[in-house]
């Protein structure tokens, strides 16, 4: 019979782990959230020998078992927790063979816990060109453990690791500190109060203060002559401990470690000198980001347009196959540019996120957060909100998440309060449309293409829209916080292909997933209520149109045309679209736009999506929204619908709104309540209305 | 008449996971308690 | 009025780049836990490495972890001078 155990994968960050669980699990992994938060959690599973299976669980990475943030904190509710399924009946600790002396502090804090413990030493390649020299079977010793050098770069040493994890019942779980070490009197006086329970175990419930609002731990009550500490002394004892785990620590590897500290050094003192610059550090950024941004736009052109055709045929194949009928309609009309409209996205999204994993795999993005930190605080954030900025680029939902990184609350929060002002991808399709009608195809001086022009103006106007909003909001927020910034600069590293591949994927899958479902969702509903009428005037559009004098001496297209419009705006969407039409009138739109602004509260990039639906519906002829919008007339003024003025104020309004529900519901998630999203619902989107109006009534 | 009927289901479909992932009460994590009985008030 | 030292002792920001330290006694509750876990103890060594362009946040060596921290928490961090050998 076959045996599965739960193996748990822990480490500091900038260990290589993820590329250890990658290195371990290959294909065989999957990427899902645990229950209630949105944390990445990642297993995988392979086999040990014929008749035993591992479930191994990727963790996130921590520097000790005293969380800080939302990431930290799941690692140790499992390894507390033994009622969890994934509970792990071993743990491999990863490690650095660099920073071995740091590392090692996780590891007897787990090794405590009286859990099965192997310490799996990465980048043990590198020793001998770093001057290292270990004595493993010594180190095993003191340790009480297994210990097995690897390298997830050369790939090296995993079937030992793996045979260590089969015999996992063979290691001993005597812990390296003994808790009431840490402080006899205090520790006694808990020991007689819960006589029966473990130490340390009983000092983590203790000490734990988690600020995120999901797991607020229940203070050990006054029992048995057992008198709490106050926040202060708790927290001398927690130094007391960190240091009494470091004299274990550098104990053992007085005896067992030696370093060559001349050839340590190198690389990063070369690099440093360039990257984080007065000058030339900030000019290099400059010029990486702009290298990002036209890469993207330049390869994603051609995957884009294939993309698009393709979809356009599928729908013309539909037609053409399917039994003529509403539900084919449907498939054609609705279901299909629906995925489309997704589909088109995944060329950018995931050069975005590759660009974004070199940076953070090549050890680049610290050197970014120490060079930005101080002029963030200028706005009220800190340096580590670079990193959810440029996220935000991608999609404002994973760079609300990414803001969890910043330690202090009031930094964080403004972090993710300005965030959704960058230019996330699905404005991208709002603005290509609407510069490709309203701004000329031509060039400055000869040079610059003035929609290439334009485009990067917006992408610059919600750079520092968010950025003076962070200013606004640090003046106006008045929480109390104490400045807490400790950023790890790692070695510089050649970025590890298989892992950047894995995090592209992974992302770009989340996304299509995660907001394909409701884009979809909503063209199938829109594209109902395009198609169904409450009244007569719908039903019997065909009569009514046909009857109509002005028709006589038009061709059977032009009154088909005008059939469909007819239908349209005797449709359920028809009717909610006039209703608005006093609403959007001032900004320069008609009611087809002000559908299409409503529906894209749900996510932007339903805009040309539903302007699609609202065209095409009934219209037989395959021509492109682009004509079709741009033979639109505006029914107050006249002329064409689509001119710079209303183009603008299209433009200003998308940069400025919040339109987007998927980032409102991350939002109150990482805040923990309804008050963040719904100030930003309506204070952007009241600021865009405004400065809409206004840009619209100047230019028209 | 099938075509109709089908219409309408996917209609409903896509209304119902609309309504479930915005208006439905978040499932909350059961807070872990941590080690077996310690310090947790159920 | 008094003009009282309240402390004399040298702090992580009195260093100069490239100039080294040894970590002394931490009489502050305000040093994050996280900091110490990464090697910021007394007696351990500290080098600073780099200073950032507009003079925050420092880049220290301590202990042989590289990190970075603002300069209002490095004044927090007690520091002995290392006699020249």
Redesign the interface.
């Known amino acids: 019979m076959s045996k599965q155990i739960n193996v748990a994968l822990v480490g500091n960050p900038n260990t290589g782990k993820t590329s250890v669980f990658n290195n371990l699990t290959g294909l065989n992994q999957k990427v899902g959230n645990y229950p209630g938060i949105t944390v990445d959690k990642k297993e995988g599973s392979i086999k040990l020998s014929r008749n035993l299976k591992a479930h191994i669980l990727d963790l996130p990475g921590t520097y000790s078992l005293n969380a800080t943030s939302l990431d930290e904190n799941v690692v140790i509710e499992l390894l507390m927790n033994k009622k969890d399924k994934d509970y792990p009946d071993v743990v491999v600790v990863v490690s650095d063979i660099e920073n071995l002396k740091r590392n090692l502090l996780l590891f007897t804090q787990i090794k405590d816990l009286g859990l099965p413990t192997i310490l799996a030493i990465n980048m043990a390649d590198r020793m001998e060109r770093k001057g290292i020299e270990l004595d493993v079977e010594g180190l095993e010793k003191r340790l009480n453990t297994k210990i097995s050098l690897i390298s997830a770069r050369k790939g090296t040493g995993f079937d030992g690791l793996k045979q260590q994890i089969a015999n996992y019942q063979n290691l001993s779980t005597k812990p390296c500190l003994q808790a009431s070490e840490i402080d006899t009197e205090y520790f006694g006086a808990l020991r007689k109060a819960y006589p029966n329970q473990d130490l340390y175990k009983l000092w983590l419930v203790i000490t734990q203060d988690v600020n995120f609002g999901t797991t607020k731990r229940n203070e050990i009550q006054t029992q048995n002559g057992f008198t709490p500490k106050s926040t202060s002394d708790l927290k001398r004892l927690q130094q007391k401990e960190t240091i009494k785990r470091y004299q274990f620590i550098n104990e053992t590897l007085k005896a067992t470690l030696t370093k060559d500290l001349a050839l340590a050094k190198g690389l990063r003192a070369t690099l440093d000198r360039i990257l984080i610059h007065k000058v030339w550090g900030y000019v290099i950024f400059v010029a990486i980001l702009f290298l990002i941004f036209q890469t993207i736009y330049e390869w994603s052109a051609y995957p884009m347009d294939l993309i698009d055709e393709s979809f356009l045929k599928l729908s013309e194949f539909v037609t053409s196959t399917l039994p003529p009928g509403m539900f084919t309609d449907l498939i054609s009309e609705g279901i299909i540019p629906g995925i489309g409209g997704i589909v088109i996205f995944v060329p950018q999204i995931a050069f975005l996120f590759l660009f974004i994993s070199i940076l953070e795999e090549t050890g680049y993005m610290s050197r970014v957060v120490f060079l930005m930190d101080r002029i963030m605080r200028k706005f009220g954030m800190s340096g580590k909100s670079v990193v959810p900025l440029i996220s935000g680029t991608a999609c404002a939902i994973p760079a609300v998440m990414a803001a969890r990184n910043i330690e202090s609350w009031k930094e964080r929060l403004v972090t993710i309060l300005v965030v959704p002002f960058t230019t996330c991808s699905a404005r991208l399709p709002v603005y290509l449309i609407i510069i490709a009608l309203v701004i000329p195809d031509e060039r400055w001086l000869g040079l610059f293409n003035y929609q290439g022009i334009t485009l990067m103006l917006l992408y610059l106007l919600g750079f520092a829209t968010a950025v003076l909003s962070g200013w606004l909001a640090s003046k106006v927020l008045k929480i109390k916080f104490k400045s807490y910034f400790v950023v790890e600069m790692p070695d510089y590293k050649m970025p590890i292909l298989k892992n950047i591949a894995f995090t592209v994927f992974e992302k770009t899958k989340s996304f299509v997933v995660g907001a394909g479902k409701i884009i979809l969702a909503i063209s199938i509903i829109l594209w109902v209520l395009a198609s169904y009428g409450p009244t007569d005037d719908f039903d019997n559009a065909e009569e009514i149109v046909t009857n109509n004098i002005e028709t006589e001496n038009l061709t059977q297209e032009e009154i088909d045309t005008k059939i469909a419009s007819y239908k349209l705006k005797n449709s359920y969407i028809g009717h909610a679209g006039r209703a608005i039409e006093p609403v959007v009138t001032p900004l320069g739109y008609d009611w087809k736009i002000g559908i299409a602004i409503i529906s894209s509260f749900a996510a932007r990039e339903v805009f040309v999506g539903t302007l699609a639906t609202i065209y095409s519906v009934g219209s037989e002829d395959e021509q492109t929204i682009k004509k079709r919008m741009a033979a639109e007339t505006n029914p107050v003024l006249g002329g064409p619908l689509f001119t710079f003025a209303s183009g603008i104020s299209l433009l200003l309004f998308y940069a400025f709104a919040m339109q987007c529900m998927s980032t409102l519901a991350i939002v109150k998630i990482e805040t923990g309540t309804w008050k963040w999203p719904l100030i930003q619902l309506f204070g952007m989107s009241g600021f865009a209305y405004v400065v809409a109006f206004l840009a619209f009534q100047i230019l028209k | 008449m099938i075509q109709e009927i089908l219409v309408l289901l996917t209609f409903i479909l896509a209304l119902t996971f609309l309504v479930k992932k915005y208006f439905w009460p978040q499932k909350k994590s059961k807070s872990a308690c941590g080690i077996s009985d310690c310090g947790c008030t159920k | 009025m008094f003009k009282i030292i309240l402390n004399s002792m040298l702090t992580i920001i009195d260093l100069k780049k490239g100039q080294k330290a040894i970590i002394g006694e931490?009489n502050s509750?305000?040093?994050?836990?996280?900091?110490?876990?990464?090697?910021c103890?007394?007696g351990n060594e500290v080098e600073l490495?780099?200073i950032?362009?507009?003079?925050?946040?420092l880049?220290l060596n301590i202990?042989?972890?590289?990190?970075?921290?603002?300069r209002?928490?490095a004044r927090l961090i007690n520091i002995e001078l290392k006699v020249d050998e």
Do not use: C, H, W
């Open positions: 931490m509750d305000d040093i994050p836990l996280k900091l110490l876990e990464m090697g103890l007394p490495v780099q950032a362009p507009f003079k925050d946040p880049y202990n042989d972890t590289y990190l970075s921290i603002r209002e928490t």
